[in-house]
């Protein structure tokens, strides 16, 4: 089984750059007061905003004009300790009069109080010409686009470990001109409950297992704007996440992550990955079906610039033909054993293989 194309890729993009998404998340969180917004754009983003405000404040329930649900998410070590998080949304299109949108994201650490209004806060404040301190969120950030036909979105967002609630406000977005008599403008709200992983504790962990449809190289550094519509590029290496988990026979299976708190030897880990496939049974049991050879990571095997001290990230990656599956669903485990330490870690993920 073939696993060093995507080995050689994951383990360029982890020695360049992997951390940059977040570095643009992160200067992007507050784009929403820096950027010069046209009047409509003022005018939606403080219709999202409220939205957010009334409905995080319990003073109305959540509007459900547009249906919008979360998809998928993934969690991946950032550079200052917090957690990059690039995540996918699923918006009804169909209930929109057209494609243009206001997407609100705002997160709050779990129970913490909503806060007042604008229009209350003015009221407590003695100087009524000065505006009202701005709340500042664990992240918040406004994004106007089109959502596409199958409804599928996917942006980002970069936290500290603990445990958050997510707000995301979607509204029809105000056009230039809108004509008279207009239909007021559809919204939709999600909102959810979010545990960020730590992923600085000595212990040895991984990121979120992701199986993709697609991982490509990247020719050209992206700009800011393009990093926020992309935010599955990951250095120079883009990843396009399975939505389904349902892999065809005449495909493969591509599977990448990133292993910490491995112990090293300058600058390079011994670390050894196991892959082993299980087929589950129609009764709900399953049994053993193949595994690969293992992967070493090692000072032989890994690119003489890679140094964990450097804050280069450790890939564990795989590339699978999936001709000899027959149909059903798998459950793949992955072993982890860091030499070094004598730490091991076992993580599971479960696809499907289609005829």
């Known amino acids: 089984m073939n696993f060093s194309r995507l080995l050689t890729l994951a ?12 570095v643009e998340a992160q200067n992007n969180q507050n784009n929403r007061q820096e950027q010069q917004r046209s009047q409509a754009e003022q005018r939606d983003i403080q219709a999202v905003v ?37 995540f996918t949304i699923a918006i009804n299109r169909s209930q929109m009069a057209a494609p243009g949108a206001a997407v609100y994201v705002r997160v709050v650490n779990k129970g913490a109080p909503a806060p007042a ?14 505006p009202p301190p701005r709340v500042v969120y664990p992240w918040d950030n406004v994004h106007f686009l089109d959502v596409p036909d199958g409804g599928k979105v996917s942006r980002a967002m970069a936290l500290k470990p603990g445990e958050y609630e997510v707000f995301i406000a979607v509204k029809e977005r105000t056009p230039a001109n809108p004509p008279r008599n207009a239909p007021p403008a559809k919204t939709g709200l999600l909102r959810r409950d979010l545990t960020v992983p730590d992923f600085n ?16 190289p990247v020719n050209t550094p992206l ?7 992309n935010p ?16 065809k026979k005449a495909g493969e299976l591509q599977v990448l992550f990133w292993i910490y708190g491995t112990q090293q030897a300058a600058g390079k880990p011994n670390v050894l990955v196991e892959y082993n496939f299980h087929v589950k049974n129609p009764d709900g049991t399953e049994k053993y079906f193949n595994k690969t050879a293992p992967q070493e990571l090692n000072a032989q095997t890994l690119p003489p610039q890679f140094d964990v001290a450097m804050g280069h990230q450790l890939p564990g990656s795989l590339v699978v033909p999936l001709m000899s599956f027959p ?17 091991t870690l076992t993580q599971n993920t479960n ?3 289609e005829a």
């Open 223 to 229: 700009t800011r704007e393009q990093q926020q519509e």
């Open 232 to 247: 599955y590029v990951f250095g120079t290496m883009k990843v396009v996440p399975s939505a389904t988990m349902k892999l």
């Open 11 to 22: 383990v360029a993009a982890a020695s360049l750059a992997v951390l940059s998404p977040v």
């Open 50 to 86: 409220q939205l957010v405000d009334a409905v995080s404040a319990g003073k109305m329930p959540a509007p459900t004009d547009i249906a919008v649900a979360w998809d998928a998410s993934h969690n991946v070590k950032g550079g200052d300790g917090s957690t990059y998080i690039p």
């Open 327 to 343: 149909a059903g669903d798998y459950r793949l485990e992955i072993k982890i054993t860091d030499k070094i330490s004598g730490k």
């Open 117 to 130: 209004p604008a229009a209350e806060q003015n009221n407590r404040n003695n100087d009524r010409n000065q």
């Open 351 to 353: 696809f499907t293989v």
């Open 201 to 216: 504790a000595p212990d040895l962990s991984t990121s979120s297992i992701i199986i993709a449809d697609a991982i490509e």
